[in-house]
């Protein structure tokens, strides 16, 4: 029995889970699910975002499929979200951007970098401390090189030219890609940026540091549709924990319109990571046939609630199966 830990989390994780969770079940009726409560809702209501027995819930899962929590700023309150990643030691944010003439998997280092946190602040000023480690960079590097050793080319997104601590990231990246036969180029993370939308076809893998990753994802989500459309996997060694790479968007929460398809993608990304890439295939091919069919939401310019094109995804997904 495969065990999935639900956590919807805040604002549009309400609305966006029970959709990827249902279409979750109906290609896999043998999983189990549980709900975990955790979030800035839970904070205001009990004073605990995420606790111990939180996470030794969430440890109990094969894979948990997460919304997206809301991060007050509030100087008292952590994100329980990085408490997770890093409790789960889940390293590598993977978030694959594909779309018309776009093909991209933006591997994130997902545990050090400038969310050490290693932080304190004075009267006149406040630090937070960098740290690239050694392990840190080579655990990533061969994460990032064992996909694009199935696929194409690696780029190194960093800022070595100011950088102490990303000249150490580039060294150890380019070391993993020539062990593993990687073709592998680096690229100072601003003129990526731009990059990145001006010439997608150019980049397959892209390995970089954590907030750097954190950014450049958004930034491509530009090139096939906006953050509706993104997925994302958090993987280590032990646990997985998958969720869309937007937020909880309090603009549009409790409206019903927000776009399901970054929940429904993190849903068959765990399927991919559970062993069964062919139900996976099923529902991305259900939100292929349900988009050419004209159905959308507003971000995507059309009209369709989270619910209703939850249900045209879900009619696709089970005329698949049949
Ligand atoms: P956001 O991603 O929540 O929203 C940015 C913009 O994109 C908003 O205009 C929003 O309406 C839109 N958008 C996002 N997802 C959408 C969807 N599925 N469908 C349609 N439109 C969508 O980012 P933000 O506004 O900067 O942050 C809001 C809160 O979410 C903050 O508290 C932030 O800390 C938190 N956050 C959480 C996560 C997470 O839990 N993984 C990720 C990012 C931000
Ligand atoms: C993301 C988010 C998180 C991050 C926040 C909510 C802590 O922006 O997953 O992209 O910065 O990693
Ligand atoms: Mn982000």
Known sequence: MTGIAVVEGDGIGHEVVPVAREILAAVRPDLEFFEVEVGYGRWERTGSACDEETIADLKSADAILFGAVTTPPDPGYRSALLQIRRALDLYANVRPIRGEGVDIIIVRENTEGLYSGIEWTEPDRACTVRVVSRRGSERIARCACSLAAARRHLTIGNKANVLKSDSLFVDICRREAAR?????????IDALSLDILMHPARYDV????????????????????GLGMLPSGNIGERHALFEPVHGSAPDIAGQGIANPIAAIRSAAMLLTHTGDPESAAVIEEAIDRVLNAGIRTRDLGGNAGTREFGAAVLREVLRGKA
Request: aromatic share 10%.
């Open 180 to 188: 593993a036969g990687v073709p592998c180029t680096t690229r100072f």
């Open 206 to 225: 892209i390995v970089t540091t954590n907030i750097f990753g954190d950014i450049l994802s958004d930034t491509a989500a530009y090139l096939v549709g």
